[in-house]
C-alpha cells in the first residue's frame, strides 16, 4: 500500500485542520492505521490509531480530547480532524498503517507499522 498524507498548513493557537491520509495500491479497510507526528530534536510521537478489527481508537495524552480519528473506507482514507491547535502540536505528521492485527499498547508504537506517507507540515503561531 502507498499512503499519501495532506492537509497540513499553517494556522494560529485555537485554530483547526484536518489531514487526510489516501492509501493507494491496497485496501485501508485491511489495515490498522495510526497518526506520528516528529517535532524538530524531538523523537517521534504516536499521536492516534485506529484498530479496523473493532474500531478501537486511541489517542496521545497531550492530544486527547482534541483530536480526533476516523476512517471513509469508500475513500480509502484516513482523517485526523485537529481542533485547539497549539504550539506545541506544531510537528511533520505522518500517517502509517499495518496489516498486523494490533493490540492495544502497541497501537501508537511506530515501530508496529510497515507502511508510511511522505508527512505533511503542521505550523501553528500566531
Known amino acids: 500500500v502507498q499512503l499519501q498524507a495532506s492537509g497540513g498548513g499553517s494556522v494560529q493557537p485555537g485554530g483547526s485542520l484536518r489531514l487526510s491520509c489516501t492509501a493507494s495500491g491496497s485496501t485501508l479497510a485491511d489495515y490498522d492505521v495510526g497518526w506520528f507526528r516528529q517535532a524538530p530534536g524531538k523523537e517521534r510521537e504516536g499521536v492516534s490509531c485506529?484498530?479496523?478489527?473493532?474500531?478501537?481508537?486511541s489517542y496521545a495524552n497531550s492530544v486527547k480530547g482534541r483530536f480526533t480519528i476516523s476512517r471513509d473506507n469508500a475513500k480509502n482514507t484516513v482523517y485526523l480532524q485537529m481542533k485547539s491547535l497549539k504550539p506545541e502540536d506544531a510537528a511533520i505528521y505522518y500517517c502509517?498503517?499495518?496489516?498486523?492485527?494490533?493490540?492495544?499498547?502497541?497501537?501508537?508504537?511506530?515501530?508496529?507499522?510497515?507502511?508510511w506517507g511522505q508527512g505533511t507540515q503542521v505550523t501553528v503561531s500566531s
Open positions: 485506529r484498530r479496523r478489527s473493532d474500531g478501537h481508537t
Open positions: 502509517s498503517a499495518t496489516r498486523r492485527n494490533l493490540i492495544s499498547g502497541l497501537c501508537r508504537r511506530d515501530g508496529s507499522y510497515e507502511y
